[in-house]
């Protein structure tokens, strides 16, 4: 192969791959990935978690299409959306862990946001796994994501009606709270209000899609009445 038919070669290769960057450079498409890799969605439930409106959350869907991230499921009038592959959380996870490394501004935000985070002791993936049994996991995400996937034999406590269900947790029994993953708001503020109640309780320092990418015991479906 001649240079000139390398170098065309090569730049429309990379032109490809410089397709998911641009998909990927909008903060509104990130957060769009982070909950539909909590699980299906349609336009007007994401609207409604990001706080957007309908219009804007379906163009930014349409690029996240056209570059091949996500799918679209029909059913009636609603178009049901999703990941197109468990590449595409990886990707994300990547992009997020690699701005934790790399950007101070992410570090500062964050602070600036929840404080010190060091005060709230937090237990990774691998630790919770090998402590299973021992504690009692706590799903504070929404219902809807709870069943679409969530820690196996975790009990599903949404944020918003874990004041009113802290009597169906024993006293005695460490509790671990996590969320959709490591900047989710609800496991925070979670622990702290079990631990304003006189809990034990620690944070999972990864999100639910977290343990799922990495092979950990997970199930889907209404929790057992």
Known sequence: ??????????????GEFARIGKALSSPHRLQLIEVLSQGERTVEQLAEDVGAPVANVSQHLQVLKTAMLVSVRREGLYAHYSLADPGVF????????????????????????????????????????????????????????????????AR?????????????????????????????????????ALRAKGYRALRLSEGYPDWRQRGFPSESGAEPG
């Open 1 to 14: 192969m001649k240079t000139p038919e390398k170098r065309a070669f090569k730049a429309r290769l990379f």
């Open 90 to 153: 990886r990707v994300w996870q990547a992009l997020r862990d690699l701005g934790q490394a790399r950007l101070s501004e992410v570090d500062a935000v964050v602070s600036e946001y929840f404080g010190d985070r060091s005060k709230m002791d937090a237990v990774d993936a691998g630790e919770l796994r090998r402590r299973l049994g021992d504690v009692i996991v706590l799903d504070v995400r929404p219902r809807l994501e709870y069943e679409a996937g969530h820690i196996r034999g």
């Open 156 to 192: 599903s406590v949404p944020f918003d009606e874990l004041a009113d269900r802290l009597r169906e947790l024993p006293p005695n029994v460490e509790i671990v709270a996590y969320c959709r993953g490591p900047y989710c708001v609800f496991a925070d503020e979670a622990v702290a």
